[in-house]
Every structure is written in structure tokens, then in C-alpha cells.
T-cell receptor
Framework: GIQVEQSPPDLILQEGANSTLRCNFS?????LQWFHQNPWGQLINLFY???GTKQNGRLSATTVATERYSLLYISSSQTTDSGVYFC????????????FGTGTRLTIIP | DAMVIQNPRYQVTQFGKPVTLSCSQT?????MYWYQQKSSQAPKLLFH???????NEADTPDNFQSRRPNTSFCFLDIRSPGLGDAAMYLC????????????FGPGTRLTVL
């Protein structure tokens, strides 16, 4: 079946460290989004990246659609980066739906 | 700023007492979604509207209904909330076409007593 897997499930880092979060998906996609869910539960859009590479400040993302994975890079982590990061994928024949991965819980320690 | 708005942010209801959650958008997007998210889980799609066309997920309980009276507003009605319906409810929108980004509202956290 259609699957979206994220790794690692949990990550604890010191402030200032860099991290890489991975998202693997099982089929061709026409949409891939990375979200940060803050402590109040809101999903913040980080990247819309069905293919290619994008950067926004300390964050960057790369999707290799042919190999069915995406990576989210966070550099110089800050405590405000803590939260859950979700990858969500729209499959090519998925009728406008997003399938969410199980998330990576990131904790940044001062 | 264009955005997705959800009201209320926190809702407390009693077991079996109907409740309605509201979502509005200023993005003029064709597609609106309702998701349910329980603690430590990923959001789960309940249903979505493409314009006025309603699309229900196969595993969405009959207890959950939705209305979209116009482009800007969408409502989630829970007819007889049970303890298992306590969750965060997220509304999202997307523009028309197959390749557009989804934008989420801040969510409504529902407590069932």
C-alpha cells in the first residue's frame, strides 16, 4: 500500500547542532510538503518540494523523486526548532489528498 | 494577510452533546479539508470538498458530518461526541489544480467530558 516513512522517530540535540530528517515514500508523487508542528499544535508550512532543492534561512530541503525520498536539513538548531516535523505526500493518483508520515520529534536542549 | 481561520481554538463538550467546529479562509481556495489528529499521531483526513463536491474517507465515522455553504466557510459537525473523539481538528485549504500546496489553520482542540 501507499506508505510514507520518516526517520528518525526521535532526535535530541544540543543547541547549535545540525540535523537531517528523512522521508521515504512508496510511489510517484505530485506534492511533497514539510511541516513543523509547534507546541500549540499548528502545522507550519516549511517547504513545498515535490522535486529539487530549496533553502529558507537555516532550513533546506531536497527531494529526489526518482529515488522516492526527501531530506530536511536544519542547521545551527535553536530551541524554537523543537517540535514534530511531518513529511506529507500527495501521490500522483491520490485525488488531492496528502498522506502524512509518522513524524520526527525534535528536541533541542539549551 | 490571507489565511485559514478556525474557531473556536478550544472547545469543551459533553459526551453525546452535538458540537460544530468552524473554518474560514481568505485564500479563495477551491479545496477545503478536515483532519483529525490524536495525541502523538499524524493528522488523519476525515473528508474534503472540491468546490461543492464532498468526498468522504471510507473510514470516517457517520458521527462526523460537514457543510460548506460557500467558498470561504466549512463546518465540521460531530453529532454525538464520544470520549474517543477528543482530538485536535485541523482545517486546510488548497488551490485548484493537482500540484498546489496545502495550508493549515491553527486547529481546534476538542475535549469531551
Amino acid at each position: 500500500g501507499i506508505q510514507v516513512e520518516q526517520s528518525p522517530p526521535d532526535l535530541i540535540l544540543q543547541e547549535g547542532a545540525n540535523s537531517t530528517l528523512r522521508c521515504n515514500f512508496s510511489d510517484s508523487v505530485n506534492n511533497l510538503q514539510w511541516f513543523h508542528q509547534n507546541p500549540w499544535g499548528q502545522l507550519i508550512n516549511l517547504f513545498y518540494i515535490p522535486s529539487g532543492t530549496k533553502q529558507n534561512g537555516r532550513l533546506s530541503a531536497t527531494t529526489v523523486a526518482t529515488e522516492r525520498y526527501s531530506l530536511l536539513y536544519i542547521s545551527s538548531s535553536q530551541t524554537t526548532d523543537s517540535g514534530v516535523y511531518f513529511c506529507a505526500v500527495g501521490f500522483l493518483f491520490g485525488n488531492e489528498k496528502l498522506t502524512f508520515g509518522t513524524g520526527t520529534r525534535l528536541t533541542i536542549i539549551p | 494577510d490571507a489565511m485559514v481561520i478556525q474557531n473556536p481554538r478550544y472547545q469543551v463538550t459533553q459526551f453525546g452533546k452535538p458540537v460544530t467546529l468552524s473554518c474560514s479562509q481568505t485564500l479563495n481556495h477551491n479545496v477545503m479539508y478536515w483532519y483529525q489528529q490524536k495525541s502523538s499521531q499524524a493528522p488523519k483526513l476525515l473528508f474534503h470538498y472540491y468546490d461543492k463536491d464532498f468526498n468522504n474517507e471510507a473510514d470516517t465515522p457517520d458521527n462526523f458530518q460537514s457543510r460548506r455553504p460557500n467558498t470561504s466557510f466549512c463546518f465540521l459537525d460531530i453529532r454525538s461526541p464520544g470520549l474517543g473523539d477528543a482530538a485536535m481538528y485541523l482545517c486546510a485549504t488548497r488551490g485548484g489544480g493537482p500540484y498546489n500546496e496545502q495550508f493549515f489553520g491553527p486547529g481546534t482542540r476538542l475535549t469531551v467530558l
